[in-house]
């Protein structure tokens, strides 16, 4: 399991709203194939913007190393966590009713020059990656998790190759 020194989790994944987690359950799911230790929390902008201050500005001391967020509409979760911590911030734009994620897209993707969030898909592709790009950072000074994230695409490129035909299971 990739910890901290400390024993704490590397990784927080955040969420503005518990209607998220159907989404962000996939990026959870990658973290734990991979041994990554993380933790879960929901955090809303707009319904508990003292917590999300809160939990910004407690992330370095806490031993996480990024976050992955979150959310869906007028997203402002990623860019708020981003503005209140150096951590790398890895957004993911939650699918919406009304405008089907685009919305959530848009506001996590155009954050003016200064404050960065990195962004991925909409919905479920976005969560897992943003968890295999966390992934990737981490592996940068953990070898041990290198290897397993090269176990993890190996495997992908294997199934794939040992099902080329999409009419047979
Ligand atoms: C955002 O509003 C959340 O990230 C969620 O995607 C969206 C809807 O939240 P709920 O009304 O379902 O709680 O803050």
């Known amino acids: 399991m990739t910890e901290s020194a400390s024993g704490q989790p590397r990784i927080g994944v955040v969420m503005g709203s518990r209607s998220d987690w159907d989404t962000m359950r996939h990026a959870v799911e990658t973290l734990e194939r991979l041994g990554i230790g993380h933790e879960v929390r929901v ?3 707009h319904r508990t913007p003292d917590l999300l201050f809160d939990y910004a500005a407690t992330a370095v001391e806490r031993g996480l190393a ?9 997203a402002h979760l990623p860019g708020m966590l981003a503005a209140k911590t150096r951590l ?3 957004g993911v734009p939650v699918q919406s009713q009304a405008l089907n994620g685009m919305d959530s897209l848009l506001s996590i993707v155009q954050m003016p020059a ?5 962004t991925f898909a909409i919905g479920r592709a976005g969560a897992i990656n943003a968890a295999l790009c966390a992934a990737a950072m981490l592996s940068t000074t ?17 199934s794939v190759l040992a099902h080329p035909d999409p009419r047979t299971p």
């Open 43 to 45: 955090v809303s902008a």
């Open 114 to 118: 200064g404050i960065p969030v990195a």
């Open 66 to 74: 990024a976050i992955i967020a979150g959310a869906g509409g007028a």
């Open 88 to 90: 790398p911030v890895l």
């Open 142 to 158: 953990d070898a041990p998790l290198a290897h397993r994230l090269d176990a993890f695409r190996h495997e992908q490129t294997a």
